[in-house]
Each structure stands twice: as C-alpha cells, then as structure tokens.
Antibody, heavy 118, light 109 residues
Framework: EVQLVESGGGLVKPGESLRVSCAAS????????MTWVRQAPGKGLEWVSS????????YYADSVEGRFTISRDNAENSLYLQMNSLRAEDTAVYYC???????????WGQGTLVTVSS | EFVLTQSPATLSLSPGERATLSCRAS??????LAWYQQKPGQAPRLLMY???NRATGIPARYSGSGSGTDFTLTISSLEPEDFAVYYC???????????FGQGTKVEIK
C-alpha cells in the first residue's frame, strides 16, 4: 500500500526557516517524480516544487524560487522541502504527492501545516 | 501565463441530480488533464486522468470528457459523499509548470 506521511510543520516567524519531510513507503520511491503542493487556509491548491527520481531535474513555482529547496534521499525513501525566508503568504498545508505520467498526482500525504506569523 | 478556469465556482444541487463541472485552459494542452476531489480536512484524491480515465476505485457515475482547451467532469447522479470541492489540473510546457484550477464547490441544495 502506497503511503506518504509528512512531518515537520509548525509555527515560525517571518524570515525564519523550516524543513518539512515526507516519508514514502509501498512503492519504489526512486522511480517516481515527487512533488510538494500547498494549500493556504480556505484557498485552492498550488503546485510548489517537483523533483525527478534521480534528482537530475528540479522545478519550482515562481512564488518560492530562490527561497525553497526540494531534495530527496532515495536510500531513506524520503522527500524534503527546505523553506527559507518564510513569509506570511507561505502559510499553508503542505502536501507531498507522487507524480504519475508526467503531470498528475495519484497519491497524496495527509499534509503538514506551516504557519508563518509573528 | 498558463491558467485553468473552472466554472461555476459553486454548484448547488440535490442528491440524485446530475453535476456538470467545467474547466477551461488558456492554451491547448491535448488531453493531459486530471480532476481531483477534496473534502474538508482531507487531502485531494485523484478522480480522473487523461481527461476521461477514472482512477482506481472511482465509481462509474464519474465521467470526464474534453480535449484541447475545454474539459468537463460529470457526476451522473450525486451521492451524499460527492459533495466536495473539485479541482482540475494540467501541466504546461512553456514554461514548465503544473497548474490547478481554482476549484468548484458542489454543495447540497
């Protein structure tokens, strides 16, 4: 059974950093592109960043480019999102998701809430 | 900028009625379109991919159609568990980004 479990969310102040993680199981992690999608309170879904299985291709949304870094550890079946220079508008539930066929997400984690507030 | 526009924003229907949700892309992207359902406090769930293929475990009352720029998700007869928010999603190649529509809320009338 495919499982994605996020962790690491919490309350931080503007300008601070936070790293969220996603532990994957039930599939060959290294073969899949993995993605972070976020959802601000009461808002829609926003793609944040994607990383190919071999970490050879990495993509970011303009809204996080230069502040967030996606990475993965295939030996540990884990996905990470390092978030620096956090802003109030980064407040959201962060979901990790498995990408399939280059564009859609067939499995999602339950999400981890990141709150940026002074 | 690639944009997906969903309509209507809210659909008020009764159980047993037919729901028709629209998703329009700002530029043609063949049939590489997915639909998701999200209930309060839950992660999104994949419903459809390639515009018209149901994901594993999705009931037959869900169907999708369209290609190019205009896509439709139809729920033939609403069950109580179908009242939720629905998102469409595509990838654009120039620039390479993944985009969600703003969502359609299907609520009980």
């Amino acid at each position: 059974e495919v499982q994605l479990v996020e962790s690491g969310g919490g309350l931080v102040k503007p300008g601070e950093s936070l790293r969220v993680s996603c532990a994957a199981s039930g599939f060959t992690f290294s073969l899949y592109t993995m993605t972070w999608v976020r959802q601000a309170p009461g808002k829609g879904l926003e793609w944040v960043s994607s990383i190919r299985g071999g970490s050879d291709y990495i993509y970011y949304a303009d809204s996080v480019e230069g502040r967030f870094t996606i990475s993965r550890d295939n030996a540990e079946n884990s996905l990470y999102l390092q978030m620096n220079s956090l802003r109030a508008e980064d407040t959201a539930v962060y979901y990790c998701a498995r990408e399939s066929r280059g564009y859609f997400y067939d499995y999602w984690g339950q999400g981890t809430l990141v709150t940026v507030s002074s | 900028e690639f944009v997906l526009t969903q309509s209507p924003a809210t659909l008020s229907l009764s159980p047993g009625e037919r729901a028709t949700l629209s998703c329009r892309a700002s530029q043609s992207v063949s049939s590489d379109l997915a639909w998701y359902q999200q209930k309060p406090g839950q992660a999104p769930r994949l419903l459809m991919y390639d515009a018209s293929n149901r994901a594993t475990g999705i009931p037959a009352r869900y169907s999708g159609s369209g290609s190019g720029t205009d896509f439709t998700l139809t729920i033939s007869s609403l069950e109580p568990e179908d009242f939720a928010v629905y998102y469409c999603q595509q990838r654009s190649n120039r620039p390479l980004t993944w985009t969600f529509g703003q969502g359609t809320k299907v609520e009980i009338k």
